[in-house]
């Protein structure tokens, strides 16, 4: 599969961002919604801004593409 230099640079930080399923057992739960209902308002502001961050990445390459 042939990507962009760009594409592929998105998809790289996207893949990094860790998962709840990757994280629970780590953090001492045996669950994962109970360590998703546990996360602090730091890290959902935090997440929350990386996928903004994620978002307006996603838009400047479909408007690069369209060009």
Do not use: N
């Not at 399923?21 to 730091?42: N, S, T, V, W």
């Amino acid at each position: 599969m042939t990507m962009s230099p760009e594409i592929k640079e998105y998809l790289e930080l996207m893949a990094a961002m860790s998962l709840p399923e990757e994280e629970f057992e780590a953090a001492g739960y045996e669950d994962e919604d109970e360590f998703i209902a546990d996360l602090d308002d730091e890290r959902l502001c935090g997440e929350y801004s990386t996928l903004m961050t994620m978002v307006r990445a996603a838009r400047e390459l479909l408007a690069a593409a369209a060009a």
